[in-house]
């Protein structure tokens, strides 16, 4: 027997990434709301664009209107004074009403209003009012405004003024409202989606205490207001208190038949001691009563109900106390890295089980074909918020196919890891435990021959009492 120093690196071999493999899903609030959002989104849009589209023929018109009679009293000004008083006038348009009135010359060069469908139709409405031969700009000689061209008898004339005061309602206008229409669409979305998730989120938690046995608090509300979801919570309760009186009645029967089954036992091993003289039949007898009880153990212990309690427990006086009935036995050898002071949260008993179970599990399946004696590497660190702990043998291995249907209930595997004293139950016993204490467990082969058991603890957040 080797005893190897602190810290292995075997513990750093690839462990299967199983879980990598594993589907990533979404949760239904969040696919809930992405979907109440598109459909809000969408709302929100065909709203818009409905409004603008009602909107476009009066806004058209008004602009058109605002326009036409700007035009038209600027034009009764100018006819209406002379040729003193036009100046003054034309001044005082420019200071106060921020209109430009100046001739026309044949030589000035415009470019021609916008030609979006809005403006083409203001420009439109601005001929049929003011005539045909009235002309609608953006520039003219370079220089940015809304210009019309009109007459005067024969006189031609440019008015100027600015776009802002005709032009449609600014952007900002818009995004503050589809912002505001969005943020509120989507609080409801969101309020929506969490009255559909809440009854099931509780019926998640709930089927996460009977999955751990604890029954009593797993009853859900029956007086809801919704008529499906007070089915589905009256059904689930009837369901958890037949599982509650399953288990109950399991507690008995388990408890006769370790008493009914070990009395008699008991029995015929004190008769076959007194009464059998051939020394080796004796023998014989005994082991198979002796296999008959450990195959009992192994039934009781699949079966034991739940109810762990965590504790800080020292994962390294449980190995050793595990290893001590083992070491003396001259078909086994073991080979231990442990790091120093590895507290794990844990139900002390059960993690002895567990322990116990992987040493004999490796103690009956990792024999050397030559050799005929088991060599066993055991290795614990910490990392992070947890604690590896691996348990190797040097066996023959299991087919990659097979490693998933160890932990299945009486599942064997080929012959050269099957024994005819053998329950099929340890591992799953192991797998089982290590679940109700929340911790992980993992089986693969070895890259140089052997099965390994990969556990995942729960590092100890509380020092030992």
């Not at 009186?245 to 507690?251: C, G």
Request: proline residues 3%.
């Amino acid at each position: 027997m080797t005893i190897a120093k602190p810290v292995t690196a075997e513990l750093q071999s690839p462990r299967r990434n199983s879980s990598a493999t594993k589907r990533s899903g979404v949760s239904l609030f969040w696919r809930t709301f992405f979907l109440l959002s598109v459909l809000l989104a969408g709302s929100v849009w065909a709203w818009t664009e409905t409004l603008h589209e009602l909107e476009f023929e009066p806004r058209a018109l008004h602009a058109a209107r605002q326009i036409a009679s700007v035009v038209n009293l600027s034009r009764a000004a100018v006819m209406h004074t002379d040729g003193i008083a036009r100046v003054s006038l034309f001044k005082t348009m420019k200071d106060q009403e921020h209109v430009t009135i100046q001739l026309r010359e044949p030589k000035d060069q415009f470019e021609p209003y916008d030609s979006d469908d809005i403006n083409l139709h203001v420009t439109k409405e601005i001929q049929a009012r003011l005539g045909a031969d009235s002309i609608v700009a953006r520039s003219v000689n370079k220089v940015e405004g809304l210009w019309v061209g009109f007459s005067i008898e024969n006189d031609q004339y440019w008015l100027r003024t600015e776009r802002s005061r005709f032009d449609e309602p600014a952007a900002k206008t818009w995004v503050i409202w589809i912002l505001t229409t969005a943020a509120l669409s989507l609080a409801g979305a969101a309020w929506i989606a969490s009255l559909i998730n809440r009854p099931l989120k509780d019926l998640s938690k709930a089927a996460q205490r009977v999955r751990e046995g604890d029954f009593e608090a797993s009853t859900l509300d029956e007086n809801v207001s919704t008529q499906e979801i007070r089915a589905v919570n009256v059904g689930f309760n009837r369901m958890t208190r037949k599982l509650a009186k399953v288990e109950q009645d399991r507690a008995v029967m388990l408890a006769g038949i370790s008493h009914d089954l070990r009395t008699p036992l008991a029995r015929l091993r004190l008769e076959a001691e007194l009464s059998v003289a051939d020394p080796v039949a004796r023998n014989n007898m005994a082991a198979d009563i002796e296999q008959l009880d450990a195959i009992i153990d192994k039934f009781l212990d699949y079966a034991r109900p739940g109810g762990i309690t965590l504790q800080p427990v020292s994962l390294n006086q449980t190995i050793e106390t595990c290893l001590a009935p083992m070491r003396k036995r001259q078909d086994i050898t073991f080979k231990v890295a442990l790091q120093d002071g590895l507290l794990v949260d844990a139900d002390p008993v059960e993690l002895q089980r567990v322990i116990d179970n992987l040493l004999q599990n490796a103690a009956r399946y990792g024999k050397g074909i030559d050799t005929g004696i088991a060599m066993v590497d055991i290795s614990a660190r910490y990392q992070d918020n947890n604690v590896l702990l691996r348990v190797r043998d040097h066996g023959a291995g299991v087919a990659p196919e097979q490693l998933k249907q160890l932990t299945t209930p009486f599942f064997r595997g080929e012959a050269a890891r099957t024994s005819a004293n053998g329950t099929g139950l340890g591992l799953a016993i192991v797998e089982k435990t290590l679940s109700r204490m929340g911790c992980t467990f993992e089986l693969s082969n070895a890259n140089s021959g052997g099965l390994c058991a990969n556990i995942k603890l729960q590092r100890a957040t509380a020092r030992l009492a």
